[in-house]
């Protein structure tokens, strides 16, 4: 049995997806809903039982499954860059990993967990995923230091010959779409040039990038999962590993594939970027993928412009969700 923590979501459903379309389906998703619409991710997938992610934690410290556990992917986590209780996440995003890594490594499961590319802060040390780099990480905002928290205790306990953690960059794609502001800014530009016929973006507060020259490593929600599956089918490569396209864009980039793969023109109105989010900001994220290629995954990967157009195409602009 593999059990998916957060699968409801944006990634671990997309994780559930890929397994169903490799003819998996002894999976339980562990999950809770809230008042979101998340719940249709879950429509199109099949899955042998869903569980509260409070009573999974529950059943873990209990150790009292009746069943066997060959894998836990563990995608659950409050994502939200500008969450502000400390305490929720501390708990949510750290405590919890932490006692799920403990038990998969007492009971010899394959534990996979989210990392995020949020613990680079602001890149100044690189985006290289080498183990020893974590203590030395600073991230901006609590969620990347609630990550990074994590990562840095697995190395001290010596975990990373056991577990694999992944540094999502930033991923786009179908099944995003109850994440609210969280979503990625493919979802949000198509919404305002369906509505409006432009896209907003922020101006640079930095004198080294022009408006819209912000560059970020964007990954496509299909490869972020193949990448993801990789581990899975490779139990003896661990540590922490990037997951991304390896290679950085700019905002505008990323808006002018999404103005072609509606057919319309390019329109661009550059706005002021607010106080709150100005000194949390990362100008330019790159994932380095040469660790994940060294350990055997060679798949090729989705363009910019594929990927946006995949997404519009043939699922925003159809309004479906994966499996649909």
């Given at each position: 049995m593999i059990i998916v923590t957060g699968g409801a979501g944006f990634i671990g459903s997309a994780i559930v997806w890929r397994l169903n379309q490799l003819g998996i389906?002894?999976?339980?998703?562990?999950?809770?809903?809230?008042?979101?619409?998340?719940?249709?991710?879950?429509?199109?997938?099949?899955?042998?039982?869903?569980?509260?992610?409070?009573a999974f934690l529950e059943a873990v410290e209990k150790d009292s499954f009746s069943f066997k556990i060959d894998a836990i992917i563990h995608m659950g986590a409050n994502s939200s860059t500008t969450e502000k209780d400390a305490d929720h996440l501390m708990y949510n995003n750290y405590e919890y990993t932490k006692k799920l890594?403990?038990?998969s490594i007492k009971n010899n499961i394959r534990f996979i967990y989210a990392s995020s590319a949020a613990t680079y802060g602001d890149g100044s040390l690189g985006f290289m995923d080498n183990d020893q780099l974590c203590t030395k990480l600073r991230p901006l905002n609590m969620y990347g230091y609630s990550k990074n928290?994590?990562?840095?205790?697995?190395?001290?306990?010596?975990?990373?010959?056991?577990?694999a953690g992944i540094k999502y960059f930033n991923v786009y794609g179908p099944n995003e779409y109850h994440k609210a502001d969280m979503r990625s800014v493919v979802h949000k530009a198509y919404e305002q040039v369906r509505d409006h016929g432009f896209v907003r973006l922020f101006k640079s507060r930095n004198p080294h990038y022009q408006d819209g020259e912000q560059m970020r490593d964007f990954v496509y929600i299909k490869d972020a999962v193949d990448m993801t599956l990789f581990f899975l089918n490779h139990p003896h490569v661990n540590g922490l590993y990037n997951?991304?396209?390896?290679?950085?864009?700019?905002?505008?980039?990323?808006?002018?594939?999404?103005f072609n793969a509606v057919g319309k023109p390019v329109n661009i109105e550059y706005i002021d970027m607010p106080d709150?989010?100005?000194?949390?900001?990362?100008y330019f994220t790159?994932?380095?993928?040469?660790?994940?290629?060294?350990?055997?995954?060679s798949a090729p990967l989705t363009s910019l412009e594929e990927g946006v157009t995949d997404y519009v195409q043939n699922y925003l602009m159809k309004d479906i969700y994966l499996g649909g």
């Open positions: 389906n002894q999976i339980i998703i562990a999950d809770e809903l809230g008042h979101d619409e998340k719940w249709k991710n879950l429509v199109n997938l099949d899955y042998m039982d869903f569980c509260n992610k409070t890594a403990v038990y928290l994590f990562d840095i205790r697995a190395l001290h306990k010596g975990m990373f010959d056991k577990i997951v991304g396209s390896g290679k950085a864009r700019t905002w505008k980039d990323l808006v002018t594939a999404l709150f989010l100005a000194a949390k900001y990362q790159e994932a380095d993928l040469n660790k994940i290629k060294k350990a055997g995954y």
